[in-house]
């Protein structure tokens, strides 16, 4: 249901304990995103697309559904810091019709594992990411969410520790 203007600083009812679970408060979902800071050595375009997802996850407060945005743009956030610290390695990549060929997420995933710029298991991220990408009917909960974002927060700050 789209929230009047008068309503929407309400919680949202799944937050609020009036349907589906008892809800986390406000305070407790800023306290979960508390603990992904990343490093300063982030570059900036990384650091603002992934404090874009700490804060759609915050303010799923007021509209729950934003969880799963939040989810949805936790994958594009890994690609960009993945593109940002080896995509040169792959500049000048063309198909069959000569256009660009950027790396996708598994090649760089796996690029980057293969240069132990990252420790972290990278098997069932694109299986995840795909759910998002493409689709689905995935109810999620703030638990549900922080799994994935705390892995993929973990490899951006592989990435760009020494």
Do not use: W
């Amino acid at each position: 249901m789209f929230k009047s203007a008068l309503n929407l600083t309400d919680p949202d009812p799944y937050f609020a304990g009036t349907a589906g679970f008892v809800g986390s408060t406000l305070l407790d979902l800023h306290k979960d995103m508390c603990a992904f800071e990343l490093p300063e050595a982030v570059p900036e375009s990384v650091r603002r697309a992934h404090n874009a997802v700490r804060h759609v996850y915050v303010y799923a407060y007021f509209s729950y559904d934003l969880l799963t945005l939040a989810a949805s743009q936790t994958f594009p956030c890994l690609e960009l810091a993945l593109r940002e610290r080896i995509g040169h390695q792959f500049a000048g990549r063309v198909d069959k019709s000569g256009k660009p060929r950027p790396a996708m997420l598994d090649e760089l995933l796996r690029v980057a594992k293969e240069q132990n710029l990252i420790l972290s298991k990278i098997e069932h991220l694109s299986r995840m990411r795909n759910m998002f990408a493409h689709g689905s009917d995935t109810v999620l909960n703030p638990p549900l969410f922080l799994i994935p974002f705390e892995i993929v927060t973990n490899i951006i700050r592989e990435l760009y520790t020494p």
